[in-house]
């Protein structure tokens, strides 16, 4: 593969690909394999789903990239796109009544926030804790406060208001809640192993 496409934006990859340079689009997947996968993965729980929903995240965008606007949001857009196909396919198993449901409130008022430019969440927690640790924490997680936990490692909390279709305030506090239910079952989580 051309070193040179690793200095390349995402748009520029884009229009590479749509010149028909089929390493740009490579240069695409191999960008967002481990981050889309994740975040598809913290999503459906299941290896087997999270691939096939990243391959046809990928594959829809290979057959419509001349329907792509380049704005520089690129990332948004592939994010966006893995989201409605794993919301599809919820949906086609009647396993999901919404990922925008109501989850269980602990007491704090969407006035409470993160503010933006600290740490992701999942990187915040990581000094103390093992990866193993915090992966577990995440699973215990309501699924819609997991998924912030996971959008917000790659976007800023505008950027998920942007994307979801949801109020900021309504992004900061859900991802607030999430990291301090994370903290709650970590901090449960040593105890349990101290009193051992």
């Not at 520029?12 to 981050?35: H, I, T």
């Not at 995240?57 to 792509?68: H, L, P, V």
């Not at 006035?111 to 804790?129: C, F, I, V």
């Not at 996971?150 to 999430?178: N, W």
Request: glycine letters at 4%; aromatic letters at 10%; charged letters at 30%.
């Amino acid at each position: 593969m051309d070193p040179k496409l690793q200095t390349f934006t995402d748009d520029e990859l884009v229009s590479a690909f749509r010149r028909g340079d089929e390493q740009a689009f490579e240069m695409l997947v191999l960008r967002y394999k481990n981050p889309l996968y994740q975040y598809i993965m913290s999503m459906t729980q299941d290896e087997g789903a999270a691939a096939d929903l990243f391959q046809e995240t990928f594959i829809s965008f290979f057959k419509n990239a001349d329907k792509y606007e380049a704005r520089g949001k690129f990332k948004s857009w592939l994010f966006l796109a893995a989201r409605n196909r794993t919301l599809n396919f919820f949906r086609d198993r009647d396993k999901l009544s919404s990922l925008d449901g109501t989850d269980e409130e602990d007491g704090l008022s969407l006035h409470e926030t993160l503010p933006d430019g600290t740490l992701p969440p999942l990187e915040a927690l990581s000094g103390r804790e093992t990866e193993e640790e915090i992966r577990r924490a995440a699973l215990n997680l309501p699924q819609r406060q997991r998924e912030m936990i996971y959008l917000r490692q790659y976007f800023s909390f505008k950027e998920i208001a942007q994307m979801l279709g949801r109020p900021l305030g309504t992004v900061l506090a859900d991802c607030h809640r999430a990291v301090k239910k994370m903290q709650s079952l970590l901090a449960r989580e040593n105890a349990q192993e101290v009193s051992l």
